[in-house]
């Protein structure tokens, strides 16, 4: 399963402690130079360096360290972007886990969200007052958000996951959802999109596989027996 709150924890206890080392190291410094060196007349400084090897080392080590951290970001996203497609990208494994059990397609729009299920043939939507809920099974879901005007953005703070809704265009990934729950409110618009953009929120309700099915069938027996509008 694509676990996406994981793997930012993993990616953070990388950034964290880089961050927190780089900042001390500097304070250190700081503090060092400010008392050791501090003059009491106030000739002005000369400009030059004078420790090119030293500057050089630092500005290798940065580059190393940025590199590296870009390296491992792009990693992740790249395997929850490939998540949908596991069956052509990778074998094994890491496959099995990745692999999406259903699609959605989901639409921004000022203000409210559209969610379909393409393989369900059902839709999920608000009505402007009431707020929509997104129904996903327990599992791998891939997602393939677009928007019908502005650009918003797709946010679930509890899978840690946000992705921006564009105009004529489809960003795809896969989240992965570890058990049963419902969150009201869970999911909200995360790019400011106008007035009631406050508001732009979605409920999420995760269900086992066996009710998620159940839930999709009755839903889709609800909307074949209502009359043609
Ligand atoms: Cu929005």
């Known amino acids: 399963m694509v676990d996406t709150r994981q793997q930012y924890e993993d990616l953070l206890s990388i950034y964290l402690p880089i961050a927190g080392g780089v900042f001390l190291l500097i304070l250190g410094l700081l503090l060092f130079l400010v008392l050791r060196y501090r003059s009491s007349d106030d000739r002005p400084t000369e400009g030059r360096s004078r420790a090119p090897v030293a500057e050089g080392v630092y500005g290798g080590v940065l580059t190393v360290v940025a590199a590296g951290l870009v390296y491992l970001t792009f990693s992740v996203m790249s395997e929850q972007e490939a998540g949908g497609r596991a069956d052509t990208v990778s074998t094994g494994e890491v496959s099995s886990r990745a692999a999406p059990t259903i699609d959605i397609d989901v639409t921004a729009a000022r203000w409210n969200w559209r969610f379909d299920y393409p393989r369900y043939g059902i839709t999920q939507v608000g009505t402007g007052t009431d707020t929509p809920t997104l129904v996903v099974p327990v599992g791998n879901v891939r997602f393939a958000v677009t928007s019908i005007d502005v650009v918003h953005s797709f946010f679930i703070p509890q899978q840690r996951y946000k992705r921006d809704a564009f105009p004529e265009r489809f960003n795809r990934f896969t989240l992965g959802f570890d058990r049963?729950?419902?969150?009201?409110?869970?999911?909200?618009?995360?790019?400011?999109?106008?007035?009631?953009?406050?508001?732009?929120?979605?409920?999420?309700?995760?269900?086992?596989?066996?009710?998620?099915?159940?839930?999709?069938?009755?839903?889709?027996?609800?909307?074949?027996?209502?009359?043609?509008?």
């Open 180 to 229: 049963p729950t419902f969150i009201r409110g869970g999911g909200k618009c995360a790019e400011y999109c106008g007035l009631r953009h406050a508001y732009m929120d979605f409920d999420v309700r995760v269900l086992d596989r066996a009710a998620f099915e159940r839930w999709a069938r009755s839903k889709r027996a609800a909307a074949a027996g209502r009359p043609p509008a």
